[in-house]
């Protein structure tokens, strides 16, 4: 990592108080920093807290309902302590975000080029005409074909994958420092997932922009990231640079999901399974909250919550038991 | 002789209608599909949205009627069978849907979503009944004590465990999963996949096995056919078609699909272009928009499915022509023997008196 961190998350933590009173602890003490022109995956399966990360970042959540704190610092600013107006600069500008579902975060009621022009004159200012000349240009950036003619189609008209493009040329519009994609590929078919996945590493090593890229897919996660966070109830349980996360690594649930996937580079007779619930989220266990689903675990596990420990270089583990060779030397 | 053999099925679906009824515009969901299964296997279909690997699943049944085409089930033409032949049939064939969530009436309670098909097919007097279901509910790896919960009660993998015991209920000798795991988190899907197969092996079941997702197919077909756009462009034994696949469509498919193995070097072969429209399929090849071995023969000529010698058939006149398929999949992708030894201890049987894992929950299921 290199000394200054563009983006420096530090004790974030995600409270939901439900209408009965009841508090739910989506995410609980995470620490994360992305440097420029990093890709950093998050992954976990639903309900894990990943997404909701995301939101916090982005200064989504529900005021309400959800009780934010931590410190999220971005380009000068914490972001967590910034008022309504800076964020609504910061939005869309330096930091900008790809939503899963393209259908609904694009307004079926305007032009895609309505969108993206909105987004470049809140920003930018200049005229309608060089905003428009812009917009074109950001869509042939994306490789939407004729993007001249296209420019004025409505969203509907355009199938998934060129949907997921024209959400990802508005979230280029403005040359964000930061993009973060909440599990882009994941209601798209195989073969443009691969387009978009190729586009994202395009996009990347022309703007140099730093990623964060939230999915449940270890095989995307290989494909683009430079450095993973292994997400499992709200914590981080891991994180480590690429390669050693898939080679070596260090938190038993991390095991687990590995064993757990179909592969097509190998083939195991009988999958891995990680038995048991996720714990719930209202009371979340005092000691490990893998422990009740853990193979390796002890009686200090349930005790009390293990730290994030360093266990190699850069390569941190939530997990007492760590390093793992040794359980099975 | 197979359990199941299709021959030339035709779906067509009216798009459009004119003011007086008259169909105007067909989606050619499916249009001439051939092949056949025997009990005990799995086949695969496999392919992207619309290509029309759901459509057959329902056409199999007769869930809907086909235009054109046969399907002989045990030697028996299935689209002759008038109504009560046709719910005879329905006891030796079976479906499980994607959405464990939607396929669940969530107003009976587990024990009677596993009675109801006993009953309808008068398989078991009524004071039996209660006893299946609860050999049933420990053939899937629930506790039997949970036929009183509702399905709110239970996570998305019980949901789908309940779903495969409704299916085997009427013991069945085919059951069409239908994108089965799609909708399931990965540590659960590993659980549903290791289900089907023990149950395969233990009861004798034919799949036919629906998905998108190619790696779920190599773990568990034993044949696979690649669909495109209504037709099967390359079929052939599992072990066959991934060492090996030689359609254009099948090696860009399996090269799209991200693997979990970060310094993979392999060749991505990426597609040009969007998936043209089963409303009006390209002329000739309905890969050739796409294709990157694309000659002029391809758009004017349909190319046929031929089969060489060991089974394994593709549609596209340049098959001869084509490079080797090259380093498609990774090589030597296998765990480290420290890494095996601890994913080995997650891998305890799905099924038994330890019901660690299939306890209830007490709060409801996290969604998406």
């Known amino acids: 990592m290199s000394a200054a961190p563009l983006i420096e998350i530090e004790g974030l933590r995600v409270r939901f108080h439900g209408d009965d009173g009841r508090v739910t602890h989506a995410v609980d003490t995470i620490d994360l920093s992305v440097a420029n022109g990093a890709t950093l995956g998050i992954v976990g399966e639903s309900g894990c807290g990943k997404s909701v990360t995301s939101l916090a970042i982005m200064g989504l959540l529900p005021k309400q309902s959800a009780e934010v704190t931590g410190a999220i610092r971005f380009d000068g600013f914490d972001l967590l302590q910034a008022p309504d107006q800076t964020l609504r600069d910061l939005r869309g500008n330096r930091l900008a975000m790809i939503f899963q579902e393209p259908m609904t975060s694009l307004n079926p009621s305007f032009t895609i080029g309505d969108q993206i022009i909105e987004s470049i004159l809140r920003h930018r200012g200049g005229s309608r005409k060089s905003a428009r000349e812009r917009a074109i240009e950001l869509l042939r950036r994306v490789h939407i074909p004729s993007p001249e003619r296209r420019i004025d189609e409505y969203p509907h008209k355009l199938s998934g994958g060129m949907r997921q493009r024209v959400m990802i040329a508005m979230a280029l519009a403005c040359d964000p420092r930061l993009l973060i994609a ?11 997932q691969a387009q978009i996945l190729e ?6 090593a022309a703007s140099g922009a730093a990623i964060i890229l939230i999915t449940h897919d270890l095989g995307v996660v290989a494909e683009v990231c430079d450095e993973v966070a292994v997400m499992y109830a709200g914590e981080i349980v891991e994180r480590a640079p690429v390669d050693e996360l898939f080679a070596a690594p260090q938190h038993p649930y991390t095991v687990g999901l590995l064993g757990s996937i179909p592969r097509l580079d190998h083939r195991a007779e009988q999958l891995a399974t990680i038995e048991g619930m996720v714990p719930n989220m209202a009371q979340p266990p005092s000691g490990c909250r893998f422990a009740a689903r853990c193979p390796f675990v ?5 005790k009390a919550p293990p730290p994030l420990a360093e266990v190699g270089h850069g390569h941190l583990s939530r997990c007492i038991r760590a390093p793992l060779e040794r359980l099975v030397s | 002789m197979a359990l199941l053999e299709v021959d030339g099925l035709v779906k067509h679906f009216v798009a459009e209608r004119s003011l007086l009824g008259r169909p105007r515009a067909h989606i050619k969901a499916v249009d001439g599909v051939s092949f056949s299964l025997e009990a005990g296997k799995t086949l695969a279909l496999v392919g992207e949205s619309g290509c029309g690997k759901s459509t057959v699943s329902r056409l199999v049944l007769r869930l809907i009627e086909p235009d054109a085409g046969r399907i002989r089930f045990e030697g ?3 689209l002759a069978l008038d109504a009560s032949a046709l719910r005879a049939f329905r006891r030796q064939a079976q479906i499980i849907f994607q959405d464990p ?18 009953a309808l097919h008068d398989l078991l007097p009524a004071t039996q009944r209660r006893q299946r279901v609860e050999e049933l509910l420990r053939l899937v790896g629930l506790e039997p004590r949970l036929a009183l919960r509702y399905p709110h009660e239970f996570s998305g993998g019980q949901r789908q465990r309940i779903a495969i015991a409704r299916a085997l209920a009427v013991e069945p000798k085919l059951i069409i999963c239908d994108e089965p795991v799609s909708a399931l988190d990965v540590s659960i899907r590993s659980q549903i996949l290791n289900l089907l197969r023990e149950l395969q092996d233990r009861l004798g079941l034919a ?3 629906v998905s998108h997702d190619l790696a779920v197919v190599k773990h568990i077909a034993d044949r696979v056919a690649v669909m495109n756009l209504g037709r099967i462009v390359e079929t052939a034994e599992a072990d066959a078609l991934f060492a090996a696949p030689r359609h254009p469509y099948s090696r860009a498919l399996l090269s799209a699909i991200p693997v979990p193995q970060p310094q993979a070097k392999r060749s991505t072969i990426l597609l040009q272009g969007e998936m043209p429209s089963a409303l009006n399929p390209p002329s000739g090849c309905r890969f050739h928009t ?9 758009r004017r000529e349909e190319p046929q499915l031929v089969a060489d010698g060991t089974g394994h058939a593709t549609a596209c006149h340049r098959v001869a022509e084509l490079p080797p398929p090259g380093a498609i999949l990774p090589k030597g992708g296998g765990f480290s ?3 095996a030894k601890l994913v080995a201890a997650f891998s305890r049987k799905t099924e038994g008196a330890d019901a660690s894992g299939v306890g209830i929950q007490d709060a409801s299921p996290p969604t998406m």
């Open chain 2, 207 to 209: 799949y036919i096995f």
């Open chain 1, 199 to 204: 586009l994202m590493r395009e996009l990347k």
């Open chain 2, 101 to 118: 969530y939607a396929s669940l009436n969530p107003r009976m309670t587990v024990g009677q979503i596993l009675t109801e098909p006993l």
């Open chain 1, 182 to 192: 909440d599990e882009p590929t994941t209601a798209l078919d195989v073969t443009l």
């Open chain 2, 337 to 339: 023997p420290a890494l």
């Open chain 1, 298 to 302: 002890l009686e200090a596990c349930t």
């Open chain 2, 76 to 78: 028996r033409d299935l």
């Open chain 2, 290 to 298: 796409r294709c990157p071995f694309v000659i002029d023969r391809c």
